[in-house]
């Protein structure tokens, strides 16, 4: 799979420049980062506060911005792009650019059932890609595979969620429709419910599709924000249950260090 992310790389620079990773993020192709991070909406002082992590900014273009966070002599390369699948194809894929270890994706989702709750950490264990994005992979445009289910590798999840488990930490395994919009998933509510996914949210199909290519071990990690179940909205939320969301968001980077430190050991085995 490689070999096809090398293809996509090498038909870009044919009609572009090269380090274009370098020209967006400002991250060096010649560091092996312990892990890159993908964040559509999240920078690292969303998630972390305490003062033991070193947070450098290395650049920024457009939406994009390239970030190195450090800590226990672990360095993370971490990209904050814009949201959406579309998106999350052309700033992953031109990451293919740099070396790294291992692949994180985190953000936001909804639920779409009552068993979810504001602030539980989840990962799918699989997404349905409702985008359009996913069909620029494929050998052809005419190869659109309509809702097609994608899925991570299930035997690092579990081992993942059981390391977590170990450290007190919680991620449930849940089902993912990944839409292409926000505003128009409100008028297809009911057609959405009938997938009978968990949860709704725009990367995860895509996010997944691009790590076989990289060859890398990858896990997302997502956040409840809004339930449409029981009517808890994405904006206008109260105190109380942006609090919450807060601080189970909170807990994601000591959860990211976590996975890093102990990717190679479960990789390995």
């Known amino acids: 799979m490689r070999d096809k992310l090398n293809q996509i790389l090498e038909k870009l620079h044919q009609y572009n420049t090269d380090h274009i990773a370098y020209i967006n993020f400002g991250l060096a192709e010649d560091i092996i980062y312990d892990a890159l991070i993908v964040a559509p909406s999240y920078s690292p002082d969303k998630i972390i506060s305490h003062d033991s992590y070193k947070i450098t900014k290395m650049g920024s273009r457009s939406y994009c911005t390239g970030y190195e966070v450090e800590k226990d002599h672990l360095r993370i390369a971490w990209i904050k792009t814009a949201a959406g699948g579309c998106n999350m194809l052309d700033y992953l894929l031109i990451c293919g650019e740099l070396q790294f270890k291992n692949l994180i994706f985190i953000g936001a989702a909804g639920a779409l059932k009552e068993s979810f709750h504001i602030g539980d950490i989840c990962t799918p264990s699989y997404s349905v890609a409702a985008t359009l994005a996913n069909t620029y992979l494929k050998e052809s445009l005419k190869d659109y595979v309509p809702f097609e289910k994608v899925y991570p590798e299930l035997n690092y999840i579990d081992h993942m969620i059981s390391l977590a488990k170990d450290h007190q930490y919680q991620i449930k395994k849940a089902s993912v429709f990944c839409t292409d919009s926000i505003v128009m998933e409100y008028s297809h509510l009911e057609e959405i419910y009938s997938f009978d996914t968990d949860l709704i949210e725009m990367e995860t199909a895509t996010f997944y599709e691009i790590a076989k290519l990289m ?44 996975i890093v430190k102990n990717s190679d050991h479960i990789t390995k085995k």
């Open 215 to 258: 060859e890398v071990p990858a896990i997302a990690l997502l956040v409840v924000s809004d339930n449409l179940r029981l009517k808890i909205p994405l904006a206008g939320r109260s105190e109380e249950i942006l609090k919450s969301y807060e601080s189970s968001r909170k807990k994601l980077a000591d959860l990211i260090f976590m």
